[in-house]
């Protein structure tokens, strides 16, 4: 049996061509992409008032990084900071955090001003960070500066600080312990990446 051409066939016949030129070039995209990802980035945050300094450190951060887009999202377990005092501590994720309740923060956004190309050579970028951090359940936007640098190793590093407010969060300070805790927290981010 012979199907000779018609409309009909052609249409599909094209479709079936796109179809095929599409998956032959899945693999070309996928391999522009340059991904890193870090599964021990530190975040710190500081809190200065003339009563008291407060300051934690979590060394358990993950993060993806895709540089040909700019998109990047991080997830920080709560109970992974660690501060000099254990009651501190303690106060932190079952009286400010509700860790237990929100057992995460993340962020999702962009990093700007740099591109793959030029993760190619050794410098240092400075970036324009954006996005949304979502912390005690309640999600913000965000803008920061940056600075993402390249050794001659190769080897990738973002760093950006940033303030935040507790009650931005809906997290309540209470009265009695207001004057030991600093409306806005600086926050410092740094991250060694690997090429995924």
Do not use: C
């Not at 000779?4 to 996928?30: F, R, Y």
């Not at 860790?99 to 050579?121: E, H, I, Q």
């Amino acid at each position: 049996m012979i199907i000779e051409p018609n409309k009909e066939n052609q249409g599909t016949m094209n479709s079936l061509k796109h179809i095929s030129l599409v998956l032959a070039m899945a693999p070309l995209a996928l391999m522009a992409q340059e991904r890193f990802a870090t599964r021990n980035g530190h975040i710190a945050f500081h809190s200065s008032t003339p009563m008291e300094n407060i300051e934690a450190h979590n060394r358990k951060v993950t993060s993806v990084w895709d540089a040909t887009t700019g998109a990047v999202e991080f997830a920080v377990l709560v109970k992974a900071f660690e501060f000099e005092k254990a009651l501190m501590q303690e106060h932190f994720n079952e009286n400010y955090m509700d860790s237990n309740t929100f057992p995460k923060a993340t962020f999702k956004g962009k990093f700007g001003g740099v591109t793959a190309a030029d993760l190619k050579k050794a410098g240092t970028y400075p970036v324009d960070v954006s996005g949304d951090l979502t912390i005690h359940g309640v999600t913000k936007p965000v803008t920061s500066k940056g600075t993402i640098t390249v050794d001659a190793a190769g080897v990738v590093k973002a760093t950006s600080e940033f303030n935040v407010k507790p009650e931005d969060h809906g997290i309540e300070i209470p009265g009695v312990v207001r004057k030991n805790i600093a409306e806005q927290m600086k926050v410092t981010v740094a991250l060694d990446y690997a090429k995924m």
